[in-house]
């Protein structure tokens, strides 16, 4: 079963504006990672935050973590067209329990 | 270092018949896991191998099984197979110890479809 919820299942913007996608997960974590797949190829792991921080940046990747809320968000600021893609956040609530995989939210950034 | 290699790329198979899958990891890495995904069901974990060992399994049927080899590449197995196994199934390498710990290098999988 997913742990994790994307919102929005699909988004659409156009080329310069910034995206942001929400994921809620159920239980405690360790860490949530956030995950890109262009389509019906393999998934790019983009960026992992842990369960004792807020907050991440990686380039025009922005993460945040709410634990109270057992919640994130993934910000890509100035999107490209080669930003178009599902991206999928995971959680583990442990070192060795696996990955649980969101469904995914659809971005379409038009040029 | 070279990615993560899965063969086949694309298969297709009729309902009864068995296939294997093949998963060579990033060298160095120890654990491979598995993944299934559908459009209805999503990602859906398999199984997970750490030096020749299953070391986490999802809720799949026994028809699903796998293996890994000493040299960490590893395969995994569908016998009799049903038309809702179609999906994309990919593979993933891992070099921690604490597998899931760490972000995971997936491959671009195997497209299976079942007739």
């Known amino acids: 079963s997913q742990q994790g919820e994307e919102d929005p299942q699909a988004l659409s913007i156009q080329e310069g504006e910034n995206a942001t996608m929400n994921c809620s997960y159920k239980t405690s974590i360790n860490n949530l990672q956030w995950y890109r797949q262009n389509s019906g190829r393999g998934l790019v792991h983009l960026i992992l935050i842990r369960s004792n921080e807020r907050e991440k940046h990686s380039g025009r990747l922005r993460v945040t973590l709410d634990t109270s809320k057992k919640s994130s968000s993934l910000l890509i600021t100035a999107s490209r067209a080669a930003d178009t893609a599902s991206y999928f956040c995971?959680?583990?609530?442990?070192?060795?329990?696996?990955?649980?995989f969101g469904k995914g939210t659809r971005l379409s950034v038009i040029a | 270092k070279a990615g993560v290699t899965q063969t086949p790329r694309y298969l297709i198979k009729t309902r009864g018949q068995q296939v294997t899958l093949s998963c060579s990891p990033i060298?160095?890495?120890?654990?491979v896991s598995w993944y299934q995904q559908t459009p209805g069901q999503g990602l859906q974990f398999l199984f997970e191998?750490?030096?020749?060992?299953?070391?986490n399994k999802g809720n799949f049927p026994g028809r699903f099984s796998g293996r890994q080899f000493s040299n960490s590449r590893s395969e995994m197995n569908v016998s009799t197979l049903e038309l809702g196994d179609s999906a994309l199934y990919l593979c993933?390498?891992?070099?921690?110890?604490?597998?899931?710990?760490?972000?995971?290098?997936f491959g671009p999988g195997t497209r299976l479809t079942v007739t």
């Open positions: 060298s160095g890495h120890r654990s």
């Open positions: 191998y750490f030096s020749e060992t299953q070391r």
């Open positions: 993933a390498s891992s070099g921690a110890m604490g597998a899931n710990s760490y972000e995971q290098y």
């Open positions: 995971a959680t583990t609530n442990s070192g060795n329990t696996p990955l649980v």
